[in-house]
């Protein structure tokens, strides 16, 4: 089967470069998938994407080089499994609190005996080749458990010595809530910076991978020197709308 | 009805900023008509957008204050109509190239007798209000001709002419191969610089407004001090990938 | 192939309800292909309707009894003969004019060596059976030719005698703005509503069928009265919003 | 943040008149907008709406003045999320039959540390406006609680008494199926009616507003007499069904 | 109501053909209900269709005579409701474990006193008619739990002992994983056939239908053969890709 | 830019196997890109495809190695030039009849200075590669003109002589039609059959290449033995059909 080169390079210890989709259309994902990044997420949870909108949005992804993962609405079994069989390649779960999640979440990427993941990889393996699709696939799936409640972070040693987990995503805006601070995509708080290099330094423990979210190049480029492995540079919306007020304020202020 | 704020700001004399839509997604739709754009043009010739795409795309630009405006496929009435009737307040019509095609774009931008517009403005009353739609809003819709062939060229002045014209827009890329040279969004070379100052001076000697196609706020703003009355700051494709482009650099670089 | 009732009913001297369709759900046109309407039409001009989003509306008032017919975007062969082959069986054309305009709608309708229809009956054929489909067909579409313009007033007595047009459709709106009057699509100008008659009686003087637009029961009784075989009891936004008006009086005046 | 202004008038102890959409069209839902409802609930339990079909029908109920709420599919913490996040200003969460699910329903509307719900109001901010919108939102979203289940009529006092709920609403459909009766939309049995008043009582008296189902202005102005401060006054298939009939039987009969 | 012909079938003793649909094409699902099935499924679980596409695939099915029937994504009581709600008539639910598993499933197809569906048959009321809907209804929907789990199989005869559960269906791929094969969607392995043979004769015990996935017609005739009742000949995109591959191979062959 | 393969197989005396896509399923289409088609044709005429529904399906194309073309709703230049900006690489217009079509369809296909094609590549640079897309292109988009029609046999050999038509395609049912025979898509008449080698051998005398339209494998093999170079096998809808008819007859005759 194809190989999941995101996961190549992170097990090589180099830095992936994450772009998040948020919006439905397929244009754009395929612009996405060719600018560089080398994965790139389609947000189920926050994103107003659903599991009707996503499947175009994988297809475009697959046209060029990057990745295609997913983030679910929850972490659900069976959102999960319809995500892989799309033609995801990894799975960032929101919310997840215990041990249990984690373990829910890395069941639902594994098939049987690893695993519970139901057998009918529909477009998987139109995208990942049949040939050894299974039992390959099973080391071909990356599966990030998002580290932003208290009790996920009272639990984190716990989910990260979860087998078949590849390491957590830090959701800077819940992450700052539960801390009891402001909501930011940037955290500026003390308190909440500190946790963020915490829990980095905890997957980093474990021998698991650390990703973080961000909403640009300069703060993903921040989260690499802070040693994570997998950085998100911005998503789709965030991205034109910051550009197109920048162009406006260009002409404006000429 | 709802007044065309786009129109009343050009007769006042000032500039106006585009912003371009090119893909069928109406979460870039609402968030391009919140970034501060005068007025978005949904583009049904190049952009990847057609009559049913489209409306989606119309309701999530009359959200906020910014006009909505389109680009059919082509110079047709039928569609032009249609966009019409589906609340845009401005047609940017491609490849007129005669006095014929520039009389069938106002004409079908007119109710009887001044045009021949088909009356049934199914959502454009839901848009700019029932009342007095007509007759107000033959008075209410911007019909700019754009300027990209060489009979174009040859019949400018005819064209500017048209009574009800409201102006001309500029294609770079296409007046760039109109004239022998490579498509260019961003034209350099000299001979078609001098034809954009020309179309834009010709235009105002006309008292018709000038409006010009660009890429990004730098130039949008270049073009306004031109002396252009509409100015395109670039399209949410273009822009987009710019914007990732530089993000994945900024990680890769750093 | 299966009976086009509508055209049997004409044929029979039988008045025909019609409902007018104007939004893209098809849960809408299932629910009006099962309210009693002899036909249904999809209005493809004025309505927010396109080629891509009429397909699921064939099919969902092909559910019941009622038999679907098409109000093109323009008198256009194209979209006509795409609107056959997704099954509608009957054409309601607008803006016909001239002798010309008549001619090429009902060539559009038919097969050579009668008309210029491609054969490519890709749903027709499953909605109407593929036995004897080709040349019965011939013989089952409805084809109305809207009079609505000065020009098709002018020749309304030569477009009633083009062979194989069924009959004439008035387009209130239009009609009054050509004859000067203010757009009604309930016609209230003497002028107007004595030409209404009169299109109708010279409809019936060659032995053509008689179509009227109208936006109630009572209207459509109205123009049943006066001798229209074929009229129309509004559309699908417009009863709603009359029906959401109401009940909301209700309430407030409560 | 922009005002919620049903949830205004409810604490100001005006009816509000809800109109009910369960079709999944932008057109009419934007119709729907439009007509005087104060507020228009985009239904996905028994509408045929889904998550990816309902955001282009929240964006259409934000261009006029109504404030679009939602039914989900279930009381699942999920779905109740992302409908806030597109831009709900209310959820009405069915078969609430349990103290639990009613905290469910309403910590999925909080952000902590009130309540769970997760950081990412994509489209919610536009809609909303971004400025305070934490935590302000929190004090913006209307809750209420189906009560239709022979449970939920068990724990209705204890159901009311859940910090942060804002009312119930009454599902006469189920209520009459689980009370032993026919299924009836507008209920007839004394028994039935009498434990609809019942629960508009027990509502007030904790101090709670008290909602009801209804498919007419007639039905929905009876629930306010009898005290209801939320009465829907009809769906847009039912409305829209209705409607047609009567102009079907308006021409049949004359 | 409309009759359940598939149950009748069953209920007859005759062998029920089934058709498997996992494109969300409302063209292709009209097609295949056009073809002589008895009924055909469509696949929200390993399908690529979701609830919001899969409104027009039952739309498209209900115009011929074949049964449309429905594998939600998971056993989801809020999503089997709303497959019946869409004019599902009939369930196939996945990864059936336990009795409650197939306890969930029941009670989600049966209106109270029977079961806990939530009334609203917003859709079913249209395909199936309005009169004697309920309580008619709750002996109309075919209900099969999939045996395809160790669970499952430990389990088999209390799950059959399930009332109101109509028969099981067999996962041949998930089956084959729980027994530590290969996944197969033909299996080939004697341990699986033996076990495919046993769960089909202890359905028959038990007075329940046994149902058998399968690819071609030979597979299914092969089920029908070892007793099976219902029997699936394949799925759209299996049965379009092997049809092209040898179209490709005649061409390249001759 | 990217090469297109089908033009390289054509020039280099190659039998192209070409498949049909007449379902708007990027699910499909990308199944159909993977089964070894030369090239799959995206049909906007006869199949139920629209310009909105297309653009999936040509990103669904585009995943694997068979190359994208389309045949317009007619020989239109707005739409073949939109198609070209979605990706296809070849175009095979219906109805020609005249030179003046032919060149039509050449000049829509080609920039400025040979042709009159809009610049605007949105999506096919995206596709193609953006290095020298322009000037290569105009060489890399393969143009066959449809002969079907009593003109288009009379023009036959000044079609084929337009310069920059790469060749003709044989559309069978029209072409049976035009001759006075009943519509076959794989016809039996032997007038019918003597023209269909008669135009092959036109289009080989004038240096062009012939291509014939059929329902499968066989058909399309027989073509290929006539001398044709590019030859259809099958459409998804027709073979899928014939398929599940195939199964069920197996399983009803075991
Ligand atoms: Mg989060
Ligand atoms: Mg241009
Ligand atoms: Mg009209
Ligand atoms: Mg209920
Ligand atoms: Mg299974
Ligand atoms: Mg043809």
Redesign the interface.
């Known amino acids: 089967m194809k190989e999941n080169t995101l996961l190549t390079k992170l097990r090589n210890g180099e ?1 992936a ?1 994450n ?1 998040w989709l ?7 994902a ?3 998938g ?4 080398d994965c790139v997420t389609v947000d189920l ?9 996503a ?2 949005l994988f ?2 992804l ?2 060029g080089n990057t990745i295609p993962i997913a983030r679910p ?2 972490n ?4 999960i499994m ?1 995500l892989l ?2 033609g995801a390649y990894g799975i960032i779960s ?2 997840i609190s215990t041990v249990d999640d984690a373990a829910t979440l890395v069941s639902a990427c594994l ?3 690893r695993g519970t993941r ?6 998987a393996i ?2 990942a080749g049949a040939e050894n699709y ?1 039992p390959e696939v099973d080391n071909q799936i990356l599966k990030f458990a998002m580290i ?1 409640t208290l009790a996920g972070l009272d639990n984190l040693d716990k989910i990260l010595q979860v087998e078949g987990l590849d390491g957590v995503y830090i ?1 800077p ?2 992450l700052s ?2 801390m ?1 601070y ?2 930011k995509t940037e955290p500026t708080d003390k308190e909440v910076l500190d946790m963020v290099q915490h829990i980095c330094d905890r997957a980093h423990a474990h021998g698991k991978f650390a990703g973080m979210h961000g909403t ?3 703060s ?3 989260s ?2 802070k040693g994570f492995n997998f ?1 998100t ?2 998503n ?2 965030g ?16």
């Open positions: 830095t470069i772009g948020s919006s439905a259309s397929s244009f754009t395929e612009a996405m060719l600018v560089g990044f949870q926050h994103g107003l994407i659903g599991i009707d909108t499947l175009p297809q475009a697959s046209i609405m929850w659900d079994p069976a959102q319809r069989d799309s929101p919310l098939y049987p005996p139901s057998y009918g990889p529909a477009r139109m995208y299974y932003e959701g805006n819940d809530l539960a009891g402001m909501p640009s190049g300069v993903a480029a921040g690499a020197k950085v540079a911005g789709d919306i991205l034109l709308s910051a550009a197109c007020k920048s162009a406006v304020a260009a002409v404006r202020q000429s």
